[in-house]
């Protein structure tokens, strides 16, 4: 069955690092996401992307962060200067089209790990 | 907005038995769907059950099944004959425009041998 991929499982920086997550969705899907769960927390939108430019973000989402899609497999969250609050679980997610015409189930990867020092 | 609201932060059951997870939504949004997502100790995020809210009839899957009043915004899964495996964190989960989803704060649910 296919599924979403997210490297690496765990990532340790310092503060004030650039740090890429990066996801591989499930291959014919059209919607991407990325999440976060900051540890004995909900899991909170970050990004939507569809159509090679971001549908939606959140407060969270600041200049601070940027998407991109660099080829046709990968999909990265970077991060320019990692502050200690970035500490949590990133998770990926993509979707196909439902019936609606919008994207239907998303399908999470196993997320990474970042650790900020 | 749109909210999602679980109030059981933790809850417990004895292996085999049946266990009752609340989750209560807010939206003016007609067309949508609800999930409910679990999470083991590893954090993955493992989808349990899908509904889409045009469809009266409630979703099951295999063990686990909900139960969807749309009229009172609530979206309860039940887990049937529970087993260890169970044990993980239960978020439930709204969308309705394809951008996002709006998740629950979690319930701990702990299957007790």
């Known amino acids: 069955e296919p599924e979403v991929t997210q490297t690496p499982s765990h990532q340790v920086t310092q503060m004030g690092q650039e740090v890429i997550l990066r996801c591989v969705p499930i291959?014919?899907?059209?919607?991407f996401y990325w999440y976060r769960q900051i540890l004995g927390q909900k899991v909170e939108f970050l990004v939507s992307?569809?159509?090679?430019?971001?549908?939606?973000k959140s407060e969270i989402f600041d200049d601070q962060f940027s998407v991109e899609r660099p080829d046709g497999s990968n999909f990265t969250l970077k991060i320019r200067s990692t502050k200690l609050e970035d500490s949590a679980m990133y998770f990926c997610?993509?979707?196909?089209?439902?019936?609606?015409?919008?994207?239907?189930?998303?399908?999470f990867g196993p997320g990474t790990r970042l650790t900020v020092l | 907005a749109q909210t999602v609201t679980q109030s059981q932060p933790e809850m417990s059951v004895q292996e085999a038995e049946t266990v009752t997870l609340s989750c209560t939504y807010d939206?003016?949004?007609?067309?949508?769907?609800l999930f409910w997502y679990k999470q083991p100790p590893s954090r993955q995020m493992i989808l349990v059950i899908r509904q889409e809210a045009y469809k009266q009839q409630n979703a099951t899957e295999n063990r686990f099944s909900v139960n969807f009043q749309k009229a009172a915004k609530s979206f309860s899964l039940k887990i049937s004959d529970s087993q260890l495996g169970d044990t993980a964190m239960y978020f439930c989960?709204?969308?309705?425009?394809?951008?996002?989803?709006?998740f629950g704060t979690g319930t701990s649910l702990t299957v007790i041998p």
């Open positions: 992307f569809y159509n090679n430019e971001i549908s939606e």
């Open positions: 939206t003016s949004e007609n067309n949508y769907y």
């Open positions: 291959s014919n899907h059209l919607y």
């Open positions: 989960a709204f969308e309705f425009s394809g951008n996002q989803f709006y």
């Open positions: 997610a993509s979707s196909e089209r439902g019936a609606w015409g919008f994207a239907d189930t998303q399908y």
